[in-house]
């Protein structure tokens, strides 16, 4: 009898080391979102075109949404570019991303999902998993082995090793099977190109990188959709312990760099009376982010919108509500004299380039207001 569970021990054992070896090493297209991918990659083609300062808005698919980067750049004049992304990756890679893309003299500006404040969200994600083993290895390699370990033990399941094999199988023997995974697989050049192409851009609406405009903005999300229900009011609330010191790096490192950051609040969908009470939730939120030095572009309530401007989830605005959305963030800009000063900034540095003379100008101080 001991000897039986000595071996069933040993056995399982080998099958874990098996297990944790092929998820953490071996790059398989496994179903995920490849679209992210794709759309990473556009973003930052984008923002290599765009000279700065530029305004740059981060954050998950409500800022894809909901942000017309196009209409800030005529209504302001200064280059701008929507980095929105997908509120299921981790908040470490979104603001990675943005690390990447921000340059000197930049303004990012960050209407983050309400559930990135919260210590709810998991670190890792079987959806997380997935897209780091099928296209974000890069990411994934760049983490200590330790937190790998601790993403396939706390996410996916036992069947996830065996898929990844059979997928290097069918890619390796079969790849007709899984061609549109291999598709987005493609070089970023390959990536870039089709989308300058247009061959990939979509009659209607669709979650694809190649249904952006020039400045990351998503197209075609026309009419009105979404009958659930939308965010709770009093989201966010206080910010979690162990989001502080993530956001706060984020912060410390961006202000050396000459790069200003600002929050923003995210688009509530609001059927009638406000039963909650969303004041209190909001001056703690307001004075978590001034522990870190950081402050909102706006006021919770000036995104309280009406169903009508909703698209297919309570976090998607359609092309209505981004419209309403931007002339709001547009005000704003205006209101704490940020978009003044950056543009006289981008002058002149321009009138200095000759004499390459580059002079660092300091964000214009905007102070944290509590709520009304």
């Given at each position: 009898?001991?000897?039986?569970?000595?071996?069933?021990?040993?056995?399982?054992?080998?099958?874990?080391?098996?297990?944790?070896?092929?998820?953490?090493?071996?790059?398989?297209?496994?179903?995920?979102?490849?679209?992210?991918?794709?759309?990473?990659?556009?973003?930052?083609?984008?923002?290599?075109?765009?000279?700065?300062?530029?305004?740059?808005?981060?954050?998950?698919?409500?800022?894809?949404?909901?942000?017309?980067?196009?209409?800030?750049?005529?209504?302001?004049?200064?280059?701008?570019?929507?980095?929105?992304?997908?509120?299921?990756?981790?908040?470490?890679?979104?603001?990675?991303?943005?690390?990447?893309?921000?340059?000197?003299?930049?303004?990012?500006?960050?209407?983050?999902?309400?559930?990135?404040?919260?210590?709810?969200?998991?670190?890792?994600?079987?959806?997380?998993?997935?897209?780091?083993?099928?296209?974000?290895?890069?990411?994934?390699?760049?983490?200590?082995?330790?937190?790998?370990?601790?993403?396939?033990?706390?996410?996916?399941?036992?069947?996830?090793?065996?898929?990844?094999?059979?997928?290097?199988?069918?890619?390796?023997?079969?790849?007709?099977?899984?061609?549109?995974?291999?598709?987005?697989?493609?070089?970023?050049?390959?990536?870039?190109?089709?989308?300058?192409?247009?061959?990939?851009?979509?009659s209607a609406f669709a979650y694809s990188a190649y249904n952006l405009d020039?400045?990351?903005?998503?197209?075609?999300?026309?009419?009105?959709?979404?009958?659930?229900?939308?965010?709770?009011?009093?989201?966010?609330?206080?910010?979690?312990?162990?989001?502080?010191?993530?956001?706060?790096?984020?912060?410390?490192?961006?202000?050396?760099?000459?790069?200003?950051?600002?929050?923003?609040?995210?688009?509530?969908?609001?059927?009638?009376?406000?039963?909650?009470?969303?004041?209190?939730?909001?001056?703690?939120?307001?004075?978590?982010?001034?522990?870190?030095?950081?402050?909102?572009?706006?006021?919770?309530?000036?995104?309280?919108?009406p169903r009508s401007y909703f698209f297919n989830t309570g976090a998607h605005?359609?092309?209505?509500?981004?419209?309403?959305?931007?002339?709001?963030?547009?005000?704003?800009?205006?209101?704490?004299?940020?978009?003044?000063?950056?543009?006289?900034?981008?002058?002149?540095k321009s009138d200095a380039a000759s004499s390459h003379f580059d002079e660092?100008?300091?964000?214009?101080?905007?102070?944290?207001?509590?709520?009304?």
């Amino acid at each position: 009898m001991r000897r039986y569970f000595v071996q069933t021990i040993a056995i399982a054992a080998l099958f874990l080391c098996v297990h944790f070896a092929v998820v953490i090493f071996v790059q398989a297209p496994v179903e995920s979102a490849y679209w992210v991918r794709e759309l990473m990659i556009v973003k930052k083609m984008l923002a290599r075109s765009e000279p700065s300062p530029r305004l740059l808005f981060l954050g998950g698919s409500s800022t894809l949404f909901g942000i017309d980067a196009a209409q800030v750049q005529a209504e302001t004049g200064m280059p701008s570019l929507n980095l929105g992304l997908q509120a299921g990756l981790a908040l470490e890679e979104i603001l990675a991303f943005g690390r990447d893309v921000a340059r000197s003299g930049d303004t990012v500006i960050m209407p983050l999902e309400w559930g990135f404040y919260g210590c709810a969200k998991m670190p890792w994600n079987d959806w997380q998993l997935r897209n780091a083993v099928a296209w974000d290895r890069p990411y994934f390699e760049s983490l200590p082995l330790s937190e790998r370990i601790n993403a396939v033990f706390t996410s996916g399941d036992a069947l996830l090793m065996p898929e990844i094999l059979g997928s290097k199988l069918r890619a390796t023997f079969m790849p007709g099977s899984v061609a549109r995974r291999l598709s987005a697989l493609a070089a970023p050049g390959i990536v870039e190109q089709r989308f300058r192409s247009g061959a990939f851009r979509t009659s209607a609406f669709a979650y694809s990188a190649y249904n952006l405009d020039d400045h990351g903005d998503m197209l075609d999300n026309e009419g009105t959709h979404f009958a659930g229900v939308g965010v709770a009011v009093e989201h966010p609330d206080s910010i979690c312990p162990r989001v502080l010191p993530i956001l706060k790096a984020f912060a410390d490192e961006m202000r050396a760099r000459n790069v200003r950051v600002l929050i923003a609040h995210g688009p509530y969908l609001i059927d009638g009376p406000i039963a909650s009470d969303w004041t209190a939730a909001e001056q703690r939120f307001q004075h978590d982010l001034a522990r870190i030095n950081l402050s909102t572009l706006d006021q919770r309530d000036q995104l309280f919108m009406p169903r009508s401007y909703f698209f297919n989830t309570g976090a998607h605005l359609n092309v209505e509500g981004r419209r309403h959305w931007t002339s709001i963030i547009v005000a704003d800009l205006r209101k704490a004299r940020i978009v003044r000063a950056r543009v006289a900034a981008a002058r002149v540095k321009s009138d200095a380039a000759s004499s390459h003379f580059d002079e660092a100008f300091p964000p214009t101080a905007v102070a944290s207001r509590l709520v009304r």
